[in-house]
């Protein structure tokens, strides 16, 4: 017995659907696991760009104490040592006291620096001791030309060194937004899926009302058949038993 082919055909167009939905659900959860990697990805860079920020703002910060010392060196503040010893006309103090002096006592603004006169100096004496500095190096900071120079390269790294700090917080701003995109894919993929499983039940509901009525029809056609076939059996035994009483 069969279903009527309305019942036949909308069980099939429900089964396909079906199918079809599913096969949708796979393919968003497929989609989803892939927005949620890229998302990973992108917070992981972002993350590391952070880290890179940072080491760039440390590097810029080292180079502006850098350069501030050595600014301090070209053209040291009023009052301190160094000061006094750039001020001095006489410049013997260059390849003498400026080769054993400790370069910390240079910023020292308590050490009240003054020049001897002529007649109480003489090439390496200090405090009474003759040293005899022509063996020892020569400081970069007694050189007034490679003061101004240590000045320049120290202005030049500070300038890369904020350059990069720049460039490092545009970079940041690129992944950050890329983080916000992913976001957004997995918030799309996520209420794209959760909305097509939630019409899962109705669409299983639908199928099962339209395989009830195919069941249904067959039975009801099963249950005409065999009527009709029960009918049919009667009449047979009705014309026999009249044949055979005419007989």
């Not at 260059?94 to 240079?106: C, E, G």
């Not at 620096?113 to 090439?123: C, G, H, N, R």
């Not at 209420?191 to 939630?198: E, K």
């Amino acid at each position: 017995a069969q279903a009527s082919e309305d019942a036949l055909r909308a069980q099939s167009e429900v089964q396909e659907k079906h199918r079809k939905h599913e096969q949708g659900i796979a393919e968003l959860e497929g989609a989803e696991l892939r927005a949620k990697s890229a998302q990973n990805t992108a917070m992981h860079e972002f993350e590391r760009q952070e880290r890179l920020v940072d080491e760039a703002r440390k590097a810029l910060e080292t180079a502006q104490v850098l350069q501030q010392a050595a600014q301090e060196r070209a053209t040291p503040a009023k009052g301190t040592l160094l000061a006094a010893l750039r001020q001095s006309p006489d410049e013997t103090w260059k390849p003498t006291l400026a080769r054993i002096i400790n370069p910390a006592l240079l910023s020292r603004a308590d050490l009240s620096p003054q020049l001897v006169d002529e007649a109480s100096a003489t090439l390496g004496t200090l405090y009474g001791w003759n040293v005899d500095t022509q063996a020892i190096a020569a400081p970069e900071w007694a050189d007034d030309g490679l003061a101004q120079k240590a000045v320049e390269d120290a202005q030049a790294r500070m300038k890369g060194a904020d350059e990069a700090l720049a460039q490092a917080r545009r970079v940041l701003g690129i992944k950050n937004k890329a983080v916000e995109d992913a976001d957004f894919s997995v918030n799309v993929a996520s209420a794209t899926l959760s909305q097509r499983r939630n019409q899962v039940p109705e669409l299983e509901r639908q199928l099962a009302a339209a395989d009830d009525r195919v069941k249904s029809e067959r039975k009801k056609a099963k249950e005409n058949a065999e009527k009709k076939l029960s009918e049919v059996n009667a009449l047979i035994g009705s014309l026999t038993t009249q044949i055979r009483d005419q007989g």
